[in-house]
């Protein structure tokens, strides 16, 4: 099993930045990547950023040039820096990862961003 907790959620200003983070635990193998989606209420999830193992990156059009995803892979932690945040940008954001076996999801992390 893999576990995974976020954190760095919160409320902000429009313009503002934040730094989500999901760290990893257990049996943390053969991933072919690990990223975030988010949910805002009455829309479906969508993929924020995902990191594939070999590194490559993948944003939402709506959020490339403003969130960088990265990882720490020493200290299993996969980070979200999101830069210049929008009111539209509010949503849950939830941690994956997503293995051979299956995928892992984390609890999520509550973004706000207010106008």
């Known amino acids: 099993q893999v576990q995974l907790v976020e954190s760095g959620g919160g409320l902000v200003q429009a313009g503002g930045s934040l730094r989500l983070s999901c760290a990893a635990s257990?049996?943390?193998?053969?991933?072919?990547?690990t990223g975030w989606y988010r949910q805002a209420p009455g829309k479906q999830r969508e993929l924020a950023a995902l990191i594939t193992s070999g590194g490559a990156t993948n944003y939402a059009a709506s959020v490339k040039g403003r969130f960088t995803i990265s990882r720490d892979n020493a200290k299993n932690t996969v980070y979200l820096q999101m830069n210049t945040l929008k009111p539209e940008d509010t949503a849950r954001y939830y941690c994956f990862v997503n293995q051979n076996a299956g995928w892992h999801w984390g609890q999520g992390t509550q973004v706000t961003v207010s106008s």
């Open positions: 257990g049996s943390i193998f053969s991933i072919i990547a």
